[in-house]
């Protein structure tokens, strides 16, 4: 797990400005014409909480624990923004 900073944006006003990046999930929106797909980071802030950001808003505060590209894949997050 890596230690991120999450920005504002737009209308998404982070929980807490740092917390801890868990993995890459899956989100979708109900559109007229169907789901809309899009990508989030799940961060775990200090207090415990979980919360799913737009990868536009984090950023990572440290290095990768080895030079390799670890992909990790959260499985049945269902969160509420």
């Not at 890596?2 to 917390?19: C, F, W």
């Not at 007229?32 to 799940?42: K, R």
């Not at 808003?57 to 990768?64: G, L, T, Y």
């Not at 030079?67 to 969160?79: A, G, L, T």
Request: include cysteine.
């Amino acid at each position: 797990m890596r230690s991120v900073n999450i920005s504002k944006i737009g209308n998404i006003i982070p929980h807490a400005p740092e917390g801890v990046f868990h993995c890459w999930g899956a989100e979708f929106e109900e559109f007229e014409s169907g789901p809309g797909n899009y990508t989030v980071a799940v961060v775990e802030h200090s207090d415990g909480t979980v919360k799913l950001y737009p990868p536009e808003a984090i950023r990572f505060v440290d290095k990768p624990e080895n030079d390799s590209v670890r992909i990790e894949q959260c499985r049945d997050v269902s969160i509420e923004m």
